[in-house]
């Protein structure tokens, strides 16, 4: 048994039209008649239709005398050369007037009649342009509707727009006495399936005089069937026609509202009773539904220019709001309440890697934290939107009321830095006209039994409650949010062209003082050695035995040995930074130990236990190695050195291609809040101040192993110190 969904009924291939029309097919080369309605007999003078085949209409003068007379046909040629568009006239048949109307579709020329009807009730405006002063929506589809009851005079007349998701709501209604009201009401997307919204499209003005007329078949000699498409009385789809009779209505009329070249929506007109319309008052519904959404196309146009102006007007403040800031995070933070009403959001999450700040009603980290996880994994493009994000993943991600809608903007994917708006949930009850549930029943066609979507039987008020969406995103949000996206490029740039010339000057600043701070720690060294030696001089020759005079020229020594010390660590900070370097595979064990016996020597320390393990080799430089182990060691047995039971441990592993050496004591320890000192120049750690040293060792060590291209970072608690030097694998 075959199923046939709505989509996949062949309606522009019906196979019949519709008793008030009249219709002859001829091939577009030769002339012929090669199809025609099986009525044309009663209104041609024919008694045999059959003969009409492989003939053309000339050949039958007496016949067809009113279509060889009409200009149209005389010009058949010249009216036929663009396909798919018709042609009018009147002509005289039996002494009835008849519109006549031509059009080409393929390799076949439609001729079609219809009989013309008089309205003497028809009341219209010759103000074409009134839809143009008209600055609201509404008013646009009412006053489109008051217009054409004029002409068409139906018992209902509806404004329908199609929705996202293919199905539509009404959005005006004009209707006489007790008819039932539809406005508001939502409709399937099965009422109006596919293909039909294809036809729209295509055909924009649809006639069903009589649903309950008998169809006229169509005869012909060719073997495909015949493309009604362009058709006026095209039979309408039986599924269609059952439709219109559970509606209560006899005849309907429709109109496409096309904008922009997309099917918008439609003027759809019922009637209880059958009714037809003439072929000149649907022309001119035609063009007042035309003049009518080209009003609202302006007014759409006109709204959104205002909200492009209002947008780059926030936009412009925003960005100088932004370019006040040193870094995009401080940027993104200070406005983030900007950020978050641009898109008309709830909420707002700004990720920088580890850190999140928050605005208005957003989740709780833990939930963040997922949701930023999902979005590397499943989120490809740079802009997500979704106004479904609870009802879809609200189990998986633990998400509630807070998180129905989203928008997610990738700033920088490796940088994990994104934006993330929030929506509440939204409480939406939908009014269906009917069960929009589709029902299933079995017909035979064609001897052959097949399922088939029933159309509904009841357009009653049917009301569903949807849980887990948000209010819709729409296109001006979605463009706030290409707002932000661009703000941020462009004070990136801004800020990164600050930045990097900053940089060049500092770099400048830098060199020159790194240049100074080796001259002078190299020239004043000869003064500073005579200094020494004057005082200790002063010191021998001392006669008179004076403790106080004793102590002050001692005290004149150390400090001269301080600052000696120091311009010998600036001197080897200098040269770390700028002294030509050759990395080789160097044995570390023997300078470990070498290094670590003078440590306990020079600290005064012999009671250290030092413990060596594995001194694998590294890549370095051979003179920046023993500064570094020199420093490291040094610190080691130094800040542990007045501990009860000081204790140092070295030990190297291979770890892929890097080594790794571990150096730890049990010392002091480095207080959580003065770690960020650690590498600095000159910088001392308050619990450090007791030990000798000026701050400089740690500086030098920092530099020398980003120099051969190592790294150094440390672990700390109160029981000690653990620095982490990493080295690359000496080349085998």
């Known amino acids: 048994m075959n199923f046939v969904e709505c989509h996949e009924e062949p309606i522009h291939i019906p196979g019949y039209i519709q008793s008030f029309g009249y219709l002859i097919g001829i091939d577009a080369k030769s002339y012929t008649i090669t199809f025609f309605s099986r009525n044309i007999s009663d209104v041609f003078d024919i008694e045999n239709a059959e003969q009409l085949f492989d003939k053309k209409i000339t050949d039958f003068p007496e016949c067809f005398q009113g279509i060889i007379e ?57 103000k074409y342009d009134n839809f143009y002063f008209i600055d609201d929506a509404q008013e646009i589809w009412d006053q489109l509707l008051g217009t054409l009851s004029k002409i068409i005079d139906y018992d209902r007349l509806m404004v329908y727009k199609f929705m996202m998701d293919g199905s539509g709501k009404v959005i005006a209604e004009k209707r006489k006495g007790n008819t039932d009201s539809y406005l508001g009401l939502h409709y399937p997307e099965t009422d109006i399936p596919r293909q039909a919204r294809e036809l729209y499209l295509k055909k924009r003005k649809r006639i069903f005089s009589n649903v309950h007329s008998e169809t006229v078949p169509i005869l012909s000699r060719i073997k495909d069937s015949i493309d009604l498409t362009f058709t006026a009385s095209r039979g309408m789809s039986p599924i269609h026609g059952q439709y219109i009779k559970n509606s209560g209505a006899s005849s309907s009329f429709s109109v496409s509202i096309i904008i922009d070249n997309h099917l918008w929506g439609l003027v759809t007109c019922q009637n209880m009773e059958p009714k037809h319309i003439d072929l000149e008052d649907r022309v001119q519904a035609g063009i007042f539904t035309a003049l009518a959404s080209n009003a609202y196309s302006s007014f759409k146009s006109k709204k959104e220019l205002n909200y492009r102006l209002e947008l780059n007007e926030r936009s412009s403040q925003l960005k100088a709001e932004f370019l006040k800031q040193n870094s995009l995070f401080d940027s993104l933070v200070q406005n983030k309440a900007e950020i978050k009403e641009l898109p008309e959001a709830d909420g707002l999450a700004i990720a920088f890697d580890e850190y999140i700040v928050t605005e208005g009603t957003a989740p709780q980290r833990d939930v963040l934290d997922k949701i930023i996880e999902w979005a590397n994994e499943n989120v490809k493009e740079n802009i997500y939107v979704s106004r479904s994000f609870l009802k879809d993943h609200g189990d998986e991600l633990g998400l509630d009321e807070s998180t129905a809608g989203i928008i997610i903007y990738f700033i920088e994917r490796s940088k994990n830095e994104m934006l993330i708006w929030f929506r509440k949930e939204f409480d939406e009850h939908i009014n269906w006209a009917g069960n929009p549930e589709k029902k299933i029943e079995v017909f035979v066609q064609n001897g052959e039994e097949k399922q088939m979507v029933s159309p509904r039987t009841s357009f009653q008020l049917f009301t569903e409650n949807i849980k887990g969406n948000s209010k819709r995103w729409n296109s001006g949000n979605i463009s706030a949010v290409h707002a932000v996206r661009a703000v941020i490029l462009e004070t990136s740039h801004k800020q990164y062209t600050v930045i990097k010339r900053l940089n060049d000057e500092l770099k400048k600043v830098n060199e020159e003082l790194d240049s100074f701070s080796y001259t002078i720690s190299h020239d004043l060294g000869t003064p500073l050695t005579v200094m020494k030696l004057n005082a200790q001089m002063l010191l021998n020759n001392l006669t008179d035995g004076s403790e106080k005079s004793r102590h002050k020229i001692n005290a004149i020594i150390e400090e001269i040995d301080s600052m000696a010390e120091m311009m010998h660590d600036v001197l080897q900070l200098s040269r770390a930074k700028y002294s030509e370097i050759q990395l080789e595979g160097i044995k570390t064990d023997t300078m470990i ?74 010392g002091i320890g480095i207080p959580e809040e003065e770690k960020h000192k650690m590498f600095k120049i000159f910088n001392r750690l308050d619990n450090a101040k007791k030990f000798k040293g000026n701050g400089v060792g740690l500086s030098i060590v920092h530099r020398i192993m980003k120099r051969i291209g190592g790294d150094v970072t440390y672990e700390s608690s109160e029981k000690g110190t653990s620095f982490i030097l990493t080295f690359k694998k000496p080349y085998l």
Request: charged share 30%; aromatic share 10%; proline share 3%.
């Open 70 to 126: 009409s200009e149209i046909y005389a010009s058949l040629d010249r009216f036929t050369r663009r396909k798919n568009e018709t042609y009018f006239d009147k002509i005289i048949i039996k002494d009835k007037e008849y519109h006549f109307s031509v059009f080409r579709s393929d390799d076949h020329i439609f001729l079609e009649f219809e009989e013309v009807i008089i309205n003497p009730n028809k009341r219209i405006s010759n």
């Open 593 to 666: 130990h070498k290094i670590s016996e003078n440590a306990k020597i020079t600290f005064e320390s012999p009671g250290s236990e030092i413990i060596i393990r594995e001194c694998p080799d590294v890549l370095a430089d051979k003179t920046m190695l023993h500064q570094v182990f020199l420093n490291i060691i040094n610190n080691a047995v130094k800040y542990s050195s007045h501990n009860e039971q000081p204790k140092v441990e070295i030990e190297g592993t291979e770890d892929g291609q890097t080594i790794i050496y571990r150096i730890s004591d049990n």
